[in-house]
Antibody
Framework: EEQLVQSGAEVKKPGESLKISCKGS????????IGWVRQMPGRGLEWMGT????????RYSPSFQGQVTISVDKSMNTAYLQWSSLKASDTAIYYC?????????????WGQGTLVTVSS | SYELTQPPSVSVSPGQTASITCSGD??????TFWYQQKPGQAPVVVIY???ERPSGIPARFSGSSSGTTVTLTISGVQAEDEADYYC???????????FGGGTKLTVL
């Protein structure tokens, strides 16, 4: 069955950089968009952005444009979400998810989530 | 930016029908997906492309669409259906996605 496995929890200080990962398996990785979703503590889901592994075409929500960078290594079947300078407000669970083939901005399979804690 | 609107909460007794609405200007042109999220778990899709149900999702879950409003209906609600439910779609240019604010379903 299709699977997305994310990297483990992170604890960072404000101002530090971070890159978390999402590895896809049991499907043709380059044929499906991979998206990232933020869930702050006790809050709802927020769509951040998405990338097409075949050509690295990337789209961002206006709310996250310039705040994060999404990238991919298709040789490793892995997508990434990175920050250059974390803030306390980046504390959240981050999910990766596979875009639906016919509706790529929506998701059919989800990773287990990566908890990122930013605290001094 | 584009927004989808859901009621914050819905409460029903076991065996009753729960309806959760989601409204947005682009919903007449874009499909909607619905996700169920239980505490401490990743979201799971329960309805995709407005009305389709993935394999493994009980038949009591259904979706409908009318103009700029879509509805998730859970018939014969069970205690295990208590969760947060999110609608999701895309903007009219299909550049980015957007989630509704989420609806907490309480089974009384």
């Amino acid at each position: 069955e299709e699977q997305l496995v994310q990297s483990g929890a992170e604890v960072k200080k404000p101002g530090e950089s971070l890159k978390i990962s999402c590895k896809g398996s049991e499907y043709s990785f380059t044929h499906y968009w991979i998206g990232w979703v933020r869930q702050m503590p006790g809050r709802g889901l927020e769509w951040m952005g998405t990338i097409y592994p075949r050509d690295s075409d990337t789209r961002y929500s206006p709310s996250f444009q310039g705040q994060v960078t999404i990238s991919v290594d298709k040789s490793m079947n892995t997508a990434y979400l990175q920050w250059s300078s974390l803030k306390a407000s980046d504390t959240a669970i981050y999910y990766c998810a596979r875009g639906n083939y016919q509706m790529p901005r929506c998701f059919d399979y989800w990773g287990q989530g990566t908890l990122v804690t930013v605290s001094s | 930016s584009y927004e989808l609107t859901q009621p914050p909460s819905v409460s029903v007794s076991p065996g009753q029908t729960a309806s959760i609405t989601c409204s947005g200007d682009a919903l007449a042109k874009q499909y909607t997906f619905w996700y169920q999220q239980k505490p401490g778990q990743a979201p799971v899709v329960v309805i995709y492309k407005d009305t389709e149900r993935p394999s493994g999702i009980p038949a009591r879950f259904s979706g409908s669409s009318s103009g700029t409003t879509v509805t998730l209906t859970i018939s014969g609600v069970q205690a295990e259906d208590e969760a947060d439910y999110y609608c999701q779609s895309a903007d009219t240019t299909d550049t980015y996605g957007v989630f509704g604010g989420g609806t907490k379903l309480t089974v009384l």
